[in-house]
């Protein structure tokens, strides 16, 4: 929908707590190193913040939020983002989850789309392949949630990039066996994560942009008269 990519880089320097989208790609060399333990439970009584479609704080637990820089001009995300990760584990496999949310100049965020995936199965639904544990990878993505939204000028776009470990959704431990014959006691030492590199691709149209005939097909969309 949108005739123009925009791409994010995943900065790996923190900044006030949390990491930054920048538009020119870091050095190769840096990473980020995160732990979770997938057999701790003490989470499932926990308050999660946020939660609603519009609101002033968002869940952030056993992940990494990554923020743009304001937008210098109003500009439309519109259509499927897309992207890759980059990363080093010490298990065979893991379940991650993408959100992307506008941060308004008034501080809400606006949640705007995801991406949910088991690591084994990014780029084949059907054939399952297990990741090397000490290898360098590369997961290559398309989200599955079409989604249209106007950014104001001075709105961040903000990436979550979480582990699975929600009280209501199976947890993969990262044996390599089927997740639904894994148990708790599978999870033996926790899941260490290098990430160390990795972009999202976002669709949008800026002001007075116009999509181009071939591309087009609903004039709903804003589509020019054929």
């Not at 006030?16 to 499932?44: C, E, M, N």
């Not at 997740?179 to 800026?206: Q, Y």
């Amino acid at each position: 929908m949108g005739p123009e990519r925009l791409r994010f880089y995943l900065s790996f320097e923190p900044s006030q707590g949390d990491y930054r989208l920048r538009l020119r790609k870091p050095p190769r060399d840096t990473f980020i190193a995160q732990t979770v333990d997938l057999a701790d439970r003490s989470d499932i009584d926990r308050s999660v913040p946020g939660g609603g479609i519009v609101d002033t704080a968002i869940d952030v637990s056993n992940g990494l939020m990554f923020v743009s820089d304001p937008l210098a001009e109003p500009v439309e995300f519109s259509g499927l983002f897309s992207g890759r990760l980059e990363l080093i584990i010490n298990k065979k496999d893991l379940d991650f989850n993408i959100q992307l949310y506008e941060l308004t100049p008034k501080g809400e965020y606006v949640r705007l789309s995801y991406y949910w995936a088991r690591a084994s199965h990014v780029g084949d639904r059907v054939h399952r392949r297990l990741l090397t544990p000490g290898k360098r990878e590369r997961l290559d993505f398309e989200s599955g949630r079409l989604t249209s939204r106007r950014f104001d000028a001075g709105s961040r776009l903000v990436m979550v990039l979480s582990i699975v470990m929600q009280p209501n959704a199976q947890i993969n431990y990262g044996t390599g066996k089927d997740v639904s014959d894994e148990m708790i006691v599978d999870a033996k030492e926790p899941l260490t994560i290098r990430w160390v590199g990795g972009f999202i691709d976002v669709p949008i149209r800026r002001p007075g942009q116009r999509v181009p005939r071939g591309g087009c097909r609903s004039r709903s969309a804003g589509c020019p008269r054929r």
